[in-house]
Structure formats: C-alpha cells, structure tokens
C-alpha cells in the first residue's frame, strides 16, 4: 500500500482555505440575512423556554444557546463564531500544527451552529457537503495538538478512503441523477445548449462557452455522464494509472465548471476531494525524512477505534446514496435507517444530485424589482451579482456566495408564494432597512433609493438570454437581451392590504423585540470589527485573505526549503517505494530524537556528503527506473 501523507496534508490544508471563504462569505452577509433587521432573524430559531442548555442542544445543536450566558444577542452571537471559525481556519492555513482533529472539530461545530439557524439561505447542497467533509476531517486530521506528532498513525490509510468514498457518492450520484430525472435535454444531449446562460450567476467566460457549435456541446455532455458515471468506478481500481486518470478527469471537469460559473466553494471543496485519489509517489518530487515509530498497542487501538468508525460512516452513509434509486432505499435494512435519522441533525452524511434537471430552456428566468416614488415612473433595482442590466458583464465572484442573488434565481423558477422571504424583502426594502440593502448593493450609494425609501415596489418576471454575435463576426454591446413575461409580485406600499396579508400569512411579522442585551466588552469588538469591513466587497475580501495565506505559505516554504539546504537530514527515496522500506538502517536511533540531537546527526553526515554524491546520483536513477516499472502494480 502507498503512502497518503503528503496528499492529507493537502487535503487539511485545502480544508482551512474552504472553511476560511465560507465563514468570511457568512460573516459579511449575517446582518442582512440574519440580523434583528434581516430577512429572516435568527433569533426566531432559538426560543429559550427554559429548558437547560443540554436539552436546547439536543434539540438544535447550535452553540448560539450560548449567546445569552455571554451577554450577547442571537445576532452579535452568529457573528462572534463566524469570526472565531474565520481566524481558526487562516491560522490553520499557516501552521502545520494546527491542522489538527480538535481544530477541525471545532470548525465543524462552528459551521453546524450557523446552518441550524440559517434556514433556507443555508440549505444548500455545497453547505451539506462541507459540514460532511469538515466532520470527515476529524477522523483524518493527527491529533498534532494532544500527542505533538504529525507522523504516520496505522488508520490513516482507512480514514482518508472515506474522502474517497465521498467524492464517489457526490460524482456517480450527480451523473444518474441526470438520467433517472428524465430530463430531455440530458437524454437528448441538449443540455449545455443551456446551461451556460440559465445557470445561476455565470461567468464572462460562459458567454463565449455558449457560442461553441452544437455538436461540441453534445460531445461535452457525453464527457460529462463518462466523468460522472463511468470515471468514479475508477476511483477504487487497484491500478494507479486508471485513478490518476480518474484524477485529472474530475480535475478538469472542476476547473471547467469554475471558469464558466460562480459555485462559491462547491467546486473547491470537490478538488479537495479529488486529493484523495493521489499517494506520496505520485506528489512527491524529492526525497524526504519519515520516522515511523512502533507503538504497537496505541496503534492497534487507533486503528480498531477509526476502522469501527469508518464503517460506520460508511453504512450511514447507504441511506442517503440510496435515495436515487427508491427501490434499493426501501431495501435498507431498518436499523440503519434507524441509525440515518439519529445523526441526521448533524448533517454528517447526506444525498447529492446537482443538475438534476436543466432549467430556463424557454428563456432563463429573472426576477426584476422595481421601486417608486409617485406610481407611475419605475426605476429598476440593480443586484451586485445576479443578472439585470442588460449591459452589466457577468460576476466573476468566486469562492463567495451571495444567497440572497442565488434564492433570487431558485424564486423566478416559481411564483411568490413558494418564497415566504421575498416579501420579507419586498417589506425591509420599503422599510429602508440599510443591512438588507447592502445584501443588494455593498455600496449602498450605487442603490437608486438610498436616500429615501422607495414608496412603492413591484416585481415581474423577464425571461433572458446571452446575446449572439453579430453577423460580421463582432461582439455586441450588451451581454443579454430579454422579453417581459409576467408579474411576479404585483405593486404595494407599507400597509397595502396584500402585503400585510402575506407578512401575516407567512409570520414576518415581528411580534416580539430582540432581547436588550448589556454593553459588553464582546459585544463592542464584535461591532468594532464589523465597522472596519463594511463597505468592502466580500468577494475582494475573500480573494485578499487567501492570496495572503498562500503567499505566507510560499515565503515559509522557501524558509524552510534554505534550512533543509544547509541542514541535510537522513532521506530516503520516496519513488516507487514504501516508506519504511526506505528507511537507512539508522533511522532508527533518529526517530524519537529531539530536532537538536537531529540538526546535530544532520551536520555531522553533512560530511560526509562530499563522498557521496555519485552513490546519491546513482540511486536517484534507480528509483525512477523501477518507479516506471511500478506505476501498474496493484496496491
């Protein structure tokens, strides 16, 4: 069996880089989702009936009960772990040590805290995914911070298949999904014909997608199902070539979908997945010291401890699988449906489907609020991200996630009614409700109302689509043209017979103030911080956070790259081998030593270097030759 050691590390640290643009992309959009001024408070999940706190945990296992005790409001508390998890996570992106099980587990508790109150802007698939991975994360992270040792453990091997097992899942189930929803244009090869302009909030580049020839897009739909269906069973063939092949399949459909569409994290987090597919061979370009210490039982008993849960997992996880087949579901056995519905409020397993059906093929369809003063001339209210003008270039706004723009593009595909918050927005917008505004525009200047509340709003439904070429071969002004299709809310103003009755039909009505809460010194820095980053765009923001994290990364790697260079330690050749079969016959007495009685031996062979380099040169050929002739042997 090959190594996975430098593969996890990329996987954790790919994992702190998620968990960073998802808390930071939250963080900016609470006060308008969340807030006493929000859309939908999230004070009105969490009713404090006197219950003691383990019972209001059993119930929703949300760390928010906690608010309270802290002096702090539902709202000031949703932001505190947003940007505890934030600062967690880029710390974990910049040392080592803290990649560890317990920083994940609290990451994973953090994440879980916000999507319980989040309702429907949290209930996407990519926020399953992440709270499914981030908990798989505990059981593959080292236990860095209790036992001090980021070395091999005997289970690893058995947790890391796990990450495998959900990249299966996710991949095999999005592709038959596609085929058992007997969608015609998927049957028909039709499919991306559409996409590019109907998907949510498209990029630039979906544009020029869109004016490839019929037949490329039949060919990539046909990729598509051998990516998706065909391509996953691969992931557990005993030949490294068909997974890397598999790999660089899943990598490129990822990369594809990332220039074409704005996913937010979702096809990040996939990526990440994907690590799961590769060993150290195959990542590994230079030698490298690995000390294997032999703690039999402890091993023996971590090992017995993540297999019985790696099972575990994996039986669970049937139940969600099994959803796009019904008749393989109803074949479970109950127990462990039984099982399914213990853990379910904690989103450890779930079912995946994306694209199930292609919508908008008559005209994608968008939703456009329009705002009055006086009921007869209508000024257009221009979203940051979602299409509207018809001028406006597409977003290119990834990993962030603006929700209020996609539950916009989830509310066109139907009416009013089966979107209670859009007359939570119609009303805050009336309102003048400054954190709901800045959902639509971060600057709130480049909103047409901003200096008084429209008097009247009305919604209708346009059906757009990307502009063509023009017969000259030249691009058009505009990126969309559109036709009216009909109303979608019709026109009210604060206290309109219609609007009050729809506040009331769906309980947006605020009955209850928030708590008064004291003054605390929390509660200050948690609004002190808030004041510093309103205004910037979040999807700057994200972009500035990790371009730093990596280039810190960077600068420590060629700091530590120097110190290798003038302290060469005991290696061995990781091409083609196992890496204790490796090991010199000393390693031994290395493994276990302090880093001063290793930098002392590292100096001393120093020495003895000069004298070695043509044996080293020799053994560097002999490893790539039998690392040619291994590359098809079964693990």
Request: glycine share 6%.
């Amino acid at each position: 069996m090959r190594e996975i050691i430098l593969p996890r590390r990329m996987f954790l640290w790919s994992m702190a880089v998620i968990y960073l643009a998802a808390f930071v992309s939250l963080y900016m959009q609470i006060p308008g989702l969340y807030g006493n001024d929000g859309l939908l408070p999230a004070r009105w999940q969490l009713r404090y009936s006197g219950k003691s706190l383990g019972e209001q945990l059993l119930s929703s296992p949300t760390l928010l009960w906690l608010g309270p005790r802290l002096g702090l409001d539902t709202h000031t508390a949703m932001e505190l772990l947003c940007l505890i998890g934030a600062a967690l996570s880029l710390a974990a992106t910049l040392v080592e040590a803290l990649r560890d099980s317990v920083v994940f587990f609290c990451l994973w508790a953090l994440y879980l805290s916000m999507y319980q109150v989040g309702q429907v802007f949290l209930y996407f698939q990519w926020d399953n995914l992440l709270l499914e991975t981030g908990f798989l994360c505990i059981l593959v992270a080292p236990l860095t911070l209790i036992r001090g040792s980021r070395g091999v453990r005997a289970h690893d091997r058995v947790t890391f298949w796990l990450i495998r097992w959900l990249l299966f899942r996710l991949m095999f189930a999005s592709g038959v999904v596609k085929l058992t929803s007997r969608c015609p244009t998927w049957w028909g090869l039709t499919a991306l014909t559409y996409h590019y302009e109907t998907q949510c909030i498209p990029t630039p580049l979906a544009w020029f997608a869109l004016q490839l020839p019929v037949w490329w897009h039949k060919f990539s739909v046909v990729g598509t199902f051998i990516i998706e269906i065909a391509a996953p069973l691969l992931f557990f063939s005993p030949l490294r070539r068909l997974r890397l092949g598999a790999f660089y399949l899943q990598v490129l459909l990822q990369v594809l979908i990332i220039l074409t569409g704005n996913y937010n994290f979702f096809n990040l987090l996939t990526l990440a997945l994907c690590l799961s597919l590769l060993d150290d061979q195959y990542t590994f370009d230079k030698c490298v010291c690995v000390c294997v210490r032999d703690y039999r039982f402890w091993g023996t008993l971590q090992w017995t401890v993540f297999a019985a849960a790696t099972v575990a997992m994996f039986t669970i996880s049937l139940v969600p699988f099994s959803y796009i087949e019904f008749d393989s579901h109803a074949r479970l056995w109950p127990g462990v449906r039984q099982a399914y519905d213990m853990v379910d409020r904690y989103q450890l397993v779930n079912s995946y489907g994306l694209f199930r059906r292609m919508t908008g093929v008559s005209g994608r369809p968008e939703v456009v609020i329009e705002g009055s003063n006086d009921g007869v001339s209508w000024t257009e209210i221009e979203f940051m991200y979602k299409p509207g003008n018809l001028s406006a270039a597409p977003a290119v706004l990834t990993p962030h996630q603006p929700r209020l723009d996609w539950q916009m593009w989830f509310a066109a595909l139907g009416d009013q009614t089966q979107a209670p918050w859009f007359t939570s927005l119609i009303y805050s917008l009336l309102q003048g409700k400054r954190d709901v505004i800045e959902l639509i525009q971060t600057d709130v200047s480049q909103y047409p109302f901003y200096q008084q509340p429209p008097t009247y709003l009305r919604a209708h439904r346009y059906r757009y689509w990307f502009t063509e070429p023009k017969a000259d071969g030249s691009y058009p002004k505009r990126w969309w043209r559109r036709v009216y299709d009909e109303e979608f809310y019709p026109k009210v103003h604060l206290g309109s017979t219609f609007l009050e009755s729809m506040l009331n039909q769906h309980g947006l009505k605020d009955k209850s103030p928030p708590r008064r809460m004291p003054n605390t010194t929390v509660a200050q820095a948690v609004r002190w911080v808030r004041s510093q980053v309103r205004g910037v765009p979040t999807h700057i923001l994200i972009w500035t956070l990790i371009a730093s994290s990596v280039t810190l990364c960077l600068l420590q790697g060629l700091q530590n790259r120097n110190k290798h260079t003038e302290r060469t330690p005991l290696t061995y050749m990781a091409a083609g081998n196992d890496h204790t079969d490796n090991v010199p016959d000393d390693s031994s007495d290395h493994c276990g030593k302090s880093d001063e009685q290793q930098a002392a031996k590292g100096e001393e062979e120093e020495k003895k270097e000069d004298g070695q380099d043509s044996e080293d040169e020799v053994e560097e050929g002999g490893g790539e030759e039998k690392e040619d002739t291994v590359d098809d042997e079964e693990d």
